[in-house]
Structures are given as C-alpha cells and as structure tokens.
C-alpha cells in the first residue's frame, strides 16, 4: 500500500490548540485552495461519500467509508467506534485529521507537515495535516488523504477525479 514520500515542509509550524477542538488558528488555506480541496475530497474516491462529523467541530466535513467495505484496519477510523466510519475530515480552516498506518504518520512528521492529535497517546489513531497554501501544498495534502483512503480499504486507489 501507501508509502508516502513527502518534500520537507517549508516554513514555520502554524498555531495549534494543545487540546480538543484541535484546529490550527492561523495560516488558514486561501478560499480557493480550500474549496478546490474540498471539492476534489468529496468527489475523488468511489467508496466514501462527505458525511457529518461525528468527532470534530460542526463547521468540519467528513470523509466517510461505505458501510459494504469489509476487512478495514481496526485503528482507520475516527471515534466513536464501532459504528464510525469517519477516516478523514477537513476543517474550515483547510487542515485534515486523518487515520493512517504508522509508516504514513512518521513520513509526515519527519516532514514537518503536520502534529499528533492531543488524544493519540490514549490510542486514537489521528493526526492533524496543516492546511495548504497554495497549490503545491494541496496537492502535499491529496497524498496523505488518498494513503488515508488507501489505508482504509486495503486497496490501490486508482483517480476517478482531477
């Protein structure tokens, strides 16, 4: 599956809340980025669909797999388990919590691209992706969520959307 090759992350690290609501508060996506982002999120993958948090604030949207997806790693979701099948979510100021396999998550700290979730240490299995700036950066974003997407369904993602 995934395994994620991630340029170092230009720039200093944005302003985060040490605990829940864990949102970065400061160097929010552009408008256009942000929506193109979400656009692509929620169009891209054949088996999810955007759905309602059930874990973060109301104005976040979440990437939900479909319930016929059988075999999925026991940590790829967002809690409450077990019914949650909440793996990814974007906020309204551009940065994803994401579910990921360990490699995946020490390619993007090693990259500086994104920080625990201040409950990983008690065994939730998210992290927090800062939000792009531009362009280059998005496109930084769409690997980590398609190894998100990859990692949930044991399966190579092949685009349906660009």
Excluded at 4 to 20: C, D, E, F, Q
Excluded at 76 to 89: C, I
Excluded at 143 to 161: F, G, H, L, R, W
Aim: glycine share 4%.
């Amino acid at each position: 599956m995934s395994k994620l090759k991630l340029a170092k992350r230009i720039g200093v690290k944005p302003i985060t809340n040490p605990s829940p609501p864990h949102l970065q508060h400061n160097m929010h996506s552009p408008r256009a980025i942000y929506h193109s982002l979400a656009d692509w999120m929620f169009n891209a993958f054949p088996k999810s669909r955007e759905h309602e948090t059930w874990i973060s604030v109301p104005s976040s949207r979440a990437m939900w797999l479909d319930e016929n997806i059988k075999n999925t790693p026991r940590d790829g979701f967002m809690p409450p388990p077990p019914k949650s099948r909440e793996f990814a979510h974007l906020h309204k100021d551009g940065s994803i919590h994401v579910c990921l396999p360990q490699r995946d998550i020490d390619a993007i700290f090693a990259a500086k691209w994104g920080e625990p979730h201040p409950y990983k240490k008690h065994g939730v299995n998210e992290i927090l992706v800062y939000a792009p700036q531009n362009k280059k950066e998005m496109d930084v974003l769409k690997d980590v969520i398609t190894a998100s997407y990859e990692y949930v369904t044991n399966e190579e993602y092949i685009p349906v959307y660009q």
